[in-house]
């Protein structure tokens, strides 16, 4: 009876001390029941209702930006690669065709080859390498990554 007793005792005054505060503005310097100090959206367990919805909202904003963002820059790939593409076709398209000799052996101005004829010589004039064979000049240029020559006027 007297250790039952002891243990009410003992429960009764954990029950207290848990309940009690030191609080120096009030007029004993002890609080009953001190006031919650929780910080709504900072909890300290990780399975608290707000730091699962804080922590599934910043995931499915991070997820959706970059996945906007990959989706952005993979469609300004694309764009760059079409217009690049046509840029080509068009130059290609523009070029007149490898016309025949003329009657004094030269070619038109302009003219598009992809090798050099045998036997050409190279001159250097107003700072430009041009390549001499027979009547004609050649000017080494780059149509696309390929190498070729266009007829020019040194």
């Known amino acids: 009876m007297i250790t039952m007793s002891k243990v009410a005792a003992y429960a009764a005054s954990l029950s ?9 503005e ?13 910080i709504v959206g ?6 608290s209702v707000a730091g ?7 995931r499915t904003v991070a997820v959706a930006s970059t996945t906007a963002a990959s989706q952005s820059a993979a469609q300004a790939a694309t764009a760059q690669q079409q217009s690049a593409t046509a840029q080509q076709q068009a130059a290609v398209a523009s070029q007149p065709a490898a016309a025949p000799a ?21 001159v250097a004039q107003g ?23 266009v007829t020019a006027q040194p």
């Open 42 to 47: 900072a909890p300290v367990t990780p399975v």
């Open 102 to 122: 003329t009657a004094a052996g030269a070619l038109p101005l302009g003219t598009v080859v992809q090798a050099l004829p045998a036997g050409c010589t190279q």
């Open 52 to 58: 699962v919805a804080r922590r599934t909202t910043r």
């Open 127 to 149: 700072g430009v390498q041009y390549s001499r064979c027979g009547a004609d000049y050649y000017r080494a240029v780059f149509q696309g990554n390929n190498l070729v020559y």
């Open 26 to 38: 009030s007029p004993l310097g002890l609080q009953f029941l001190p006031e919650a100090h929780a």
């Open 16 to 24: 207290v001390l848990l309940s009690v505060a030191v609080a120096p």
